[in-house]
């Protein structure tokens, strides 16, 4: 599994922007894959997950209403549309995946074994 996330930059506050998640190494069919962020300073924290085979999602309270975590099947991503965006959104956003989580630990870095590069994301005021 090799992940590669892109689609972040820089938006004022209210902006929006898509980042993608794609897997060049296999399909995601038996993955969750999820995305975290992590601001300077801070630990990483859960932002959204999906279930590829179900396409059940899970949303942080803090993004809940204003980010949208969806699958491409023919173009083996996951997209994560954040609309609405706010100063305290910036931070380094990260893709993950793996195959063996219960929905329980989907807010947990440290169940996943799959890791991607971050993309940056700043939301200015």
């Known amino acids: 599994v090799q992940l590669q996330a892109s689609g972040g930059g820089a938006v004022q506050a209210g902006g929006s922007l898509r980042l993608s998640c794609t897997n060049s190494?296999?399909?995601?069919?038996?993955?969750?894959v999820g995305w975290f962020r992590q601001a300077p300073g801070k630990e990483r924290e859960f932002v959204a997950a999906?279930?590829?085979?179900?396409?059940?999602?899970s949303y942080a309270d803090s993004v809940n209403g204003r980010f949208t975590i969806s699958k491409d099947t023919a173009e083996n991503t996951v997209y994560l549309q954040m609309n609405s965006l706010k100063p305290e959104d910036t931070a380094v956003y990260y893709c993950t995946a793996d195959s063996t989580l219960i929905r329980s630990s989907w807010s947990m870095p440290a169940a996943y074994d799959y890791w991607g590069q971050g993309t940056q994301v700043t939301v200015s005021s």
């Open positions: 999906i279930q590829w085979s179900s396409a059940y999602t």
């Open positions: 190494g296999r399909t995601f069919r038996r993955y969750v």
